[in-house]
Nanobody, 123 residues
């Protein structure tokens, strides 16, 4: 069954903002590191951002550092990816992920994947 449900993708102009949401099953949210990956057409999937299971530690790809923010709302069991100052090169399908220990940039630790949500940034 689907255990990670993403929402919030869409079309936005360069310089604009979007917020992606991911609602994992509660047992996944409470005990897993959460993160986001993306894949653009014709390109390999790449790491975007991650949060430790308790939200204390976060890390980002260099390409999004200072523009994207990952956060966790424990009352809503939801993970967010706030994306500001979007660029056309941010266009991709964005995937929510969960890992029992940590989110590694190679995604070898990832156990759960969402279905993906499309983000398109026009120039």
């Amino acid at each position: 069954q689907v255990q990670l449900v993403e929402s919030g993708g869409g079309l936005v102009q360069a310089g604009g903002s979007l917020r992606l949401s991911c609602a994992p099953s509660p047992h996944i949210f409470s005990s897993n590191a959460m993160g986001w990956f993306r894949q653009a057409p014709g390109k390999e999937r790449e790491f975007v951002a991650a949060s430790s299971w308790n939200g204390v530690s976060t890390h980002y790809a260099d390409s999004v550092k200072g523009r994207f923010t990952i956060s966790r709302d424990y009352a809503k069991n939801t993970v967010y990816l706030q994306m500001n100052a979007l660029k056309p090169e941010d266009t991709a399908v964005y995937y929510c992920t969960a890992a029992p220990r940590y989110i590694d940039t190679a995604s070898t630790e990832v156990k759960y994947w969402g279905q993906g949500t499309q983000v398109t940034v026009s120039s």
